[in-house]
T-cell receptor
Framework: KNQVEQSPQSLIILEGKNCTLQCNYTVSPFSNLRWYKQDTGRGPVSLTI?????NTKSNGRYTATLDADTKQSSLHITASQLSDSASYIC???????????FGAGTTVTVRA | GAVVSQHPSWVICKSGTSVKIECRSLDFQATTMFWYRQFPKQSLMLMAT?????????EQGVEKDKFLINHASLTLSTLTVTSAHPEDSSFYIC?????????????FGPGTRLTVL
């Protein structure tokens, strides 16, 4: 069973609107949680990195939150743009292993 | 941030041939490099971990004789898909760690699309 579950699997939003992606994880103990953006046919690009003691981290129009007690994270995209169309992947790094645990990703499509 | 490159970005080959993919860390020394495979609409799956100057560690189910990994220097790792078959067609992504300078962050390459005819 995957230790990192993302929802929804995909979503479509209109340009300018906001959206929130969810990530639930069971990895424990964990060192940090990251959100990546992966454009089609490209490698993942880091958006935010949060340690277990951080609750929120922003990168421009992207804001990630983390609740280490409930093992949940979210990524909020504000004022979406067409270029935000991509897959967003939640990745958890265990504190006792170098191997990363990847979520399956949420595919976001922004339409004009 | 640290930059990782891959070459080629895409390759098409005939069944039975071998293909080599390069992964380079451009502005840092990568003590550890990772190779992932990603099928359409799926997440990245770790294939193997390579440390400079030592043998790669393969994940369960990954054939070491089919996916040859060489990490000969601190800036270069190669993945050779030997006797490729259509089922090996996939998106191969490498990542690199900088030995702890940036914590345990892995920097990903842009990926290589392999199509085996």
């Amino acid at each position: 069973k995957n230790q990192v579950e993302q929802s929804p699997q995909s979503l479509i939003i209109l340009e300018g609107k906001n959206c929130t992606l969810q990530c639930n994880y069971t990895v424990s103990p964990f060192s940090n949680l990251r959100w990546y953006k992966q454009d089609t046919g490209r490698g993942p690009v880091s958006l935010t990195i949060m340690t277990f003691s951080e609750n929120t981290k922003s990168n421009g129009r992207y804001t990630a939150t983390l609740d280490a007690d409930t093992k949940q994270s979210s990524l909020h995209i504000t004022a979406s743009q067409l270029s935000d169309s991509a897959s967003y992947i939640c990745v958890v790094s265990p504190s006792n292993d170098y191997k990363l645990s990847f979520g399956a990703g949420t595919t976001v499509t922004v339409r004009a | 941030g640290a930059v990782v490159s891959q070459h080629p970005s895409w390759v098409i080959c005939k069944s039975g041939t071998s293909v080599k993919i390069e992964c380079r860390s451009l502005d840092f020394q990568a003590t550890t490099m990772f190779w992932y495979r990603q099928f359409p609409k799926q997440s990245l799956m770790l294939m193997a971990t390579s440390n400079e100057g030592s043998k790669a560690t393969y994940e369960q189910g990954v054939e070491k004789d089919k996916f040859l990994i060489n990490h000969a220097s601190l800036t270069l790792s190669t993945l050779t898909v030997t006797s490729a078959h259509p089922e090996d067609s996939s998106f191969y992504i490498c990542s690199a760690r900088d030995g702890g300078v940036s914590g345990d962050e892995q920097f990903f390459g842009p990926g290589t699309r392999l199509t085996v005819l």
